[in-house]
C-alpha cells in the first residue's frame, strides 16, 4: 500500500493531468513542495492516475493542491475525481487532527465557494477547511472515509514534473567592478 500521501485523480486524459500538474509545479514552485511530482498511471484504468511528492506539502499546501487539481486554470470542461489522502504529521497537531491520523480531502459535490476542501477522518467526522485557515466540523458526512489499497506495484511511473527554471533577473555591476 503507498505509505505516503497521495492524490487520486480520476475521469481525467493522461494528457491533461500533465499540464495541470505542470501548471501546478510551476504556480507554487517557489513553496518548494512541488519540485518533482510523481505523475502514475494505475494499470487497472486509463484514467486513473497517482499523485506523490518527493517534498511532502505541509497540510494547508495539499489541500490547496487539492483545490487547484479540481479547479485548474484554463480548463473549462475539467471534470475530475480528486481525492487526497494526507497523514498529520506531529508538528501540524490541530484540535480536531491528531498526528498519526490519516485524512481523506476531496472537494464537495455541492462546492460553489471554490476556496475550500472537504476533510473526512477515519472516525467518518466531516470538516471543512477554509483557506482562511479554519476548520470547522460538520454536522452530517458527505463521504465515508475509505483508503484505498493501491501498490505502486500496481502503477506505472510516467512522469515526474519539476517547476520550469524561472529566469533570474540580470545583475548590473556599477562600472567599478569590472576589473
Not at 514552485?29 to 487497472?44: M, Q
Not at 483545490?67 to 475539467?78: A, I, L, Q
Not at 491520523?101 to 476556496?115: E, G, V
Not at 501498490?151 to 576589473?179: M, N, R, Y
Amino acid at each position: 500500500m503507498v505509505t505516503e500521501n497521495f492524490i487520486l485523480i480520476e475521469n481525467v486524459t493522461e494528457p491533461d493531468v500533465e499540464m495541470v500538474l505542470s501548471n501546478l509545479a510551476n504556480l507554487y514552485s517557489s513553496t518548494g513542495f512541488t519540485n518533482r511530482i510523481e505523475l502514475y498511471k494505475y494499470n487497472r484504468s486509463n484514467h486513473t492516475f497517482l499523485v506523490t511528492f518527493k517534498n511532502d506539502p505541509n497540510f494547508d499546501h495539499f489541500a490547496y493542491f487539492i483545490n487547484y487539481m479540481k479547479y485548474p486554470e484554463g480548463f473549462e470542461n475539467w471534470k475530475p475525481v480528486v481525492k487526497g489522502f494526507y497523514q498529520i504529521k506531529p508538528a501540524e497537531s490541530k484540535k480536531d487532527f491528531k498526528p498519526g491520523d490519516w485524512l481523506q480531502m476531496y472537494i464537495s459535490k455541492n462546492d460553489s465557494a471554490y476556496d475550500n476542501v472537504s476533510i473526512v477522518n477515519t472516525a467518518d467526522e466531516s470538516f471543512l477547511f477554509d483557506f482562511g485557515g479554519k476548520t470547522k466540523k460538520l454536522s452530517f458526512t458527505e463521504e465515508k472515509y475509505h483508503l484505498p489499497n493501491i501498490q505502486k506495484s500496481e502503477c506505472t511511473l510516467l512522469k515526474t514534473i519539476v517547476p520550469i527554471a524561472q529566469p533570474q533577473p540580470e545583475i548590473s555591476k556599477p562600472w567599478w567592478k569590472f576589473w
